[in-house]
């Protein structure tokens, strides 16, 4: 059946009731306007104003966004990375529960959105792997940057950092070290743990480091006389002593100094790039980060794990 045709309408002004409503773009096009005749100071004054409020609009838009809540699962390293990571010990055995500064901010985030989570400690560089490739794991809670991980990976703002000392084994270095920068480590047998990035030792030669799998398997072997030091953090250092599972901090026959001309390292939360999910966990945290610090929550929680 033919469809009935229409009637050909008049066009006619629009009647005041049927108005189309103004928007936020009609508001800051009507403003833009505005601010053209005003004063040049009040003129900033009211385009940083309009700045402002088109940022709220856009971070109120991507707060209604709804959020995936399926699981996340997260990694980090198996070593342990106390007091950030590390499972918590009862009479001085580890435990399966995983605890620490960087597991109670995850927490946090992903506790107040109601988002599962699920966190593991698998090896290292495992961990790294899964998380570019995008398979198992979507994010990892500590990492430090450098340019080949930023390829590999989308990084959070950051959310903590550590300071690098040195530390050499007394019996061979009885009347101490004297470093005027840390260019003069490639003066010694420098070792490290396989898979650090050590990414704030721009003047040294990290191919030529001698790598050990752990904390416990470097001091051996510094103590043997297989390398002369080693540059660690000595928060980690000093949460592994605190957990009783290495203690270099208190031994007698180790000494240490803070190495000259080192910045801080941050650390960071990394996520997958290939996994669909990993831009949004890294919005989502970087939200929540930047709000827990302007609240001084970040500063506190520390405060329980790092003593200053």
């Known amino acids: 059946m033919e469809a009935r045709r229409q009637p050909r309408s008049r066009f006619t002004m629009p009647q005041p009731c049927c108005k189309r409503k103004k928007t936020s773009a009609d508001w800051g096009k009507r403003k833009q306007q505005d601010i053209k005749s005003m004063h040049p100071d009040r003129e900033i004054a009211m385009r940083r104003l309009l700045a402002a409020f088109v940022c709220v609009l856009s971070l109120s838009s991507h707060a209604a966004m709804p959020q995936d809540r399926s699981l996340v699962r997260i990694c980090d390293d198996g070593d342990e990375w106390p007091p950030f990571t590390y499972y918590r010990r009862v009479d001085g055995k580890p435990t399966q529960e995983i605890a620490g500064y960087s597991v109670e901010v995850i927490s946090a985030i992903l506790n107040k959105h109601g988002i599962p989570f ?41 959310y ?50 001698t790598r050990a799998a752990s904390y416990p398997e470097l001091v051996k072997m510094m103590k043997a006389g297989r390398l002369d030091l080693f540059a660690e953090d000595v928060e980690v250092m000093a949460g592994l002593a605190s957990i009783g599972a290495l203690d270099v901090i208190n031994d007698p026959a180790v000494g240490r100094l803070p190495l000259p001309g080192a910045n801080a390292n941050p650390f960071h939360m990394i996520f997958s790039r290939k996994n669909p999910r990993g831009e949004a966990l890294r919005q989502l945290v970087d939200a929540e980060l930047e709000t827990m610090r302007r609240s001084g929550q970040l500063a506190r929680l520390l405060a329980k794990y790092v003593k200053r």
């Open 118 to 158: 699920q966190i593991n400690l698998p090896p290292w560089k495992r961990c790294l792997g899964s998380i570019e490739a995008g398979e198992s794991y979507v994010m990892a809670l500590s990492a430090s940057k450098n340019p080949d991980r930023e390829r590999r990976f989308l990084f959070s703002q950051p």
């Open 160 to 209: 903590y950092q550590t300071h690098y000392y040195v530390f050499y084994a007394k019996n061979r270095f009885p009347q101490g070290l004297r470093l005027d920068s840390q260019a003069d480590l490639n003066r010694y047998r420098l070792g490290g743990i396989k898979g650090y990035a050590y990414s704030n030792l721009a003047a040294v030669d990290k191919d030529k480091m």
